[in-house]
């Protein structure tokens, strides 16, 4: 008989009441945000002052992708607030802002021998998980399906208690009473909300919040060109002016800089000498501090540290340096003759068993996130307590891991969330944090730790290579009867979750691993299509580079596999590629309006006749896009003119932040078409320089068009669609104007 949830659970509570007992039992959190002077807390989510400013707490860091403003937009307008009054202070971690919808997503990480017990965020043990490890992550767009709802109903709660003072005031039903641009009206009475907030904190909330009928929602009709936004970013000011801080920009009385120099990647590195008489004369050289892999010089200013481990020339032992031909050939092994493990199967699996009639292989090198932003962190250590200023996505863990590398509570560990500029997940690694740490505690004064943009390119871990042969046996009319993809891949997302969750080194993790399947590390990979026998299997490659996430990561190349291969199809049944795709989405009419839009907006002509137009289409997690790319060939290489995209997001909380997310994924997305890889030698990249990466310039910037469906749907996220769609589309297009085929990533890889 198989397992069920409802019989693990009975097993559990038979024979492990003290754990069942565990997970029942109340939880209690202090308030996170402590009111200031002239302020009164409605809840861990709301302050409102005297002045009538609103206060917003938000727990997930601000990377470019706007969280600092849909939050807010989201208690302004379920509470009735002036956008104007409307403030974002970032909030401490805290069980009180768990993010549950992350947890159930990620569950096989951090549950990796039961995650069916967890993969639903309003599952007891996802909810306890969450809060208890205070999981308040910024990752894979979760941002709204996480907080919309808790921010919602806190917004409702206060905006009854403020009615409640104002009723109590005129004499009236609170319920009579609205709220509207920061006031309380009852006819033509009005009340602003700082009057009412003082005595508002003392009324209890209904015990069910009085939601609003209609969520936050902007319709892509209601703001053509040139239309004044009704919540304009509230970071945008700062961000222009200057004054947003960043972790760079931290200063505190005393503080010294830190450069640092990283191992080359593999086995056993470890510093074998450094030259530290070469410094001794070296005005404003305070002292070196060596780490696990690592060596880090302090000074008075960051170029003197810099400058001191140049003329120190450290060397770097390690027991078997990182090559990237090695590891070509152990993915080519595992694909030739890896165990496969069956991450998706329906339909008649006798239809995909064995030599297929076409199988096609595809490749994609190692990805760099290429921010502008180097890893920084500022580091105060006094007396058994550590602070950190940094910008991070999971700031639980990295106070954590800097509490183990100094042997302390991490209840001694306090940690100031900082914005960060661009992170495309770069910032789930915390691996500066502990470096900082560990030389404040040995300098004795605050430490700021700013790596080099070749130290980020040499220790920055990529996304992960990947091979795939995408098999398929056509039916009798040139359409798809089965479909097999055989992915060679790392289990990428469980190492990386060995090391958020587990504290394992690169290394460890890689070998906690061996072996594993990972269908995180192959999100995507189904097709979206009505397909009746479909086949994913995953073959583990264990390769000696630590992987990580990237901005769309798997999607980024499982896309481009599917997509790839569709069109393959398409053209070799002498089909058109857009109506061969239509017929097979009778399942997804969301997607397939995608697809039509998308082709009237670029004024699709088929795809032949060399005309340089490529088509794709690709979902994630509720989220459709399709896109039209016009790309050829010119003397430097791709030049990419149009990208025409339209997307299904389901309802918009903000029509500008969500254009801005998509037209920036597909910009970024671009990068990884035309460069943005490495290869390795002896543990080192082959290029350490922005320069060198390929990426587009404004210059190389194509004409982007985005147009949104307006949907009633539950939100999804815009940032990775583009990221995942525009490959595949710009491989399709050259195809369209060369007739060649490219099945590898970044194309620079292969002859034009």
Known sequence: MGLTRRGILIGALAGGGLAVGYYLRPRNFPLPLEPGRGEYAFDAWIKIGKDGVVSVAVPQVEMGQGVTTLIPQVVAHELGADWRQVAVQPAPVSGLYANAVLAAQWAPLWMPLAPSLADEPDDLITRRWAQDTRFNATADGMSLAAYEAPTRAAAASARAMLMQAAGQRWGVAWEECDTRDGFVVHGDRRLPFGALAEQAVTYSPPSTPPLRLEAMAEAPGEFPAGAPLHYPRLDLPSKVDGSWTFAGDVRLPGMLHAAIRHAPIGASASLDGIDEDAVKRLKGYV???????????IAQDWWTAETALTRMKPKFRVAEGL????????????????????????????????????QLRYEVAPAVHATIETSSVTARYDQGRLELWIGTQVPEATREAAARALGLDPGNVVLY??????????????????EAALMAKEAGHPVQLTWSRREEMRAGLPRTPVVAVMAARPDTEGGIAGWRARVAVPATAREFGRRLFGGDSPQDAIEAVVGDDDALALEGAVPPYAIANVAVDHVPATIPLPTARLRGNAHGYTAFFNESFVDEMAHRAGREPLSYRMAMLGNDTRLAECLQRAAALAKWGGGGDNSGQGIACHVIRGGRIACVASARRDETGVRVDRLSAVVDVGRIVNLDIARQQVEGGLVFGLGHVLGCSMRYSNGRPDRERLKDMNLPVLADCPTIEVEFIESTEDPADPGELGVAVVAPAVANALYSATGLRFRRLPLFDEEL
């Open 417 to 434: 969330p900082m914005g960060l500029g661009g992170s495309f997940d770069r910032r789930l690694e915390f691996g500066h944090a502990v």
């Open 287 to 297: 002292r070196t501090v060596k780490g696990e892999g690592w060596v880090g010089a």
């Open 323 to 358: 090559e990237t031909s090695e590891i070509d050939k152990v993915i080519d092994e595992a694909m030739r003759a890896g165990k496969a493990h069956r991450i998706h199967a329906s339909g008649d699996m006798d239809i995909v068993k064995g030599g297929l009639p076409l």
